[in-house]
Nanobody, 118 residues
């Protein structure tokens, strides 16, 4: 089994910063991709940022230049540094990890709330 534990959400004022963390544990030999998605009330879940083992990094246009995704492969942890936060960044943020060994698996974290408000 694989578990994902997220942390770092909270309430922040517009223009502020937050750092999300997601640690994966369990039967993991190889990780293909780690990323973050978000879902705001009444909206579909959307990709925020994603990093693959091949070195490809993808960002949503709305967060480019403000958010940075990074990985610590030894710790099987992915981070999302969020700067210059805006009210429209308010959402539940979900960690996603795609594992290729010992067997393929697509796993989601429980979600962490990020609220940007004055």
């Amino acid at each position: 089994q694989v578990q994902l534990v997220e942390s770092g959400g909270g309430l922040v004022q517009p223009g502020g910063s937050l750092r999300l963390s997601c640690a994966a544990s369990g039967s993991i030999f190889s990780i293909h991709a780690m990323g973050w998605y978000r879902q705001a009330p009444g909206k579909q879940r959307e990709l925020v940022a994603r990093s693959t083992s091949g070195g490809t990094t993808t960002y949503a246009d709305s967060v480019k230049g403000r958010f940075t995704i990074s990985r610590d492969n030894a710790k099987k942890t992915v981070y999302l540094q969020m700067n210059s936060l805006k009210a429209e960044d308010t959402a539940v943020y979900y960690c996603n990890v795609i594992i290729t060994a010992p067997r393929f698996g697509d796993y989601w974290g429980q979600g962490t709330q990020v609220t940007v408000s004055s």
